[in-house]
């Protein structure tokens, strides 16, 4: 059984920090790109973070770049999005995605999404 369980959202000042983790279960999890969205009430769903398979490559939103840093450990399935100078336009709810494109199928998975409120 397929699983992203994402876990590290909360309620955090303007300025703070947070990361956000994404566990992974149920596929190979190397395999995968992973990324994180976000959606903001009344808004699309975006995309914030990419990282590649091994880790190597790493792409940004702009709204987010110099602010916020995709990583992942292939050894616990697990991939995290440290959150720095959050500003209240990050509130949202983040979501992390597992993408893979192989043989001419592809291969998506999403966990429930965590909770950002930037607010004083």
């Known amino acids: 059984q397929v699983q992203l369980v994402e876990s590290g959202g909360g309620l955090v000042q303007p300025g703070g920090s947070l990361r956000l983790s994404c566990a992974a279960s149920?596929?190979?999890?190397?395999?995968?790109?992973m990324r994180w969205y976000r959606q903001a009430p009344g808004k699309e769903r975006e995309l914030v973070a990419a990282?590649?398979?091994?880790?190597?490559?790493?792409n940004y939103a702009d709204s987010v770049k110099g602010r916020y840093a995709i990583f992942r450990d292939n050894a616990k399935n697990t991939s995290y999005l440290q959150m720095n100078r959050l500003k209240p336009e990050d509130t949202a709810v983040y979501y992390c995605?597992?993408?893979?494109?192989?043989?001419?199928?592809?291969?998506?998975?999403w966990g429930q999404g965590t909770q950002v409120t930037v607010s004083s």
């Open positions: 990282i590649s398979e091994t880790g190597v490559r790493r």
């Open positions: 995605n597992a993408f893979r494109s192989a043989y001419g199928y592809e291969y998506a998975y």
């Open positions: 149920g596929f190979t999890f190397s395999s995968y790109v």
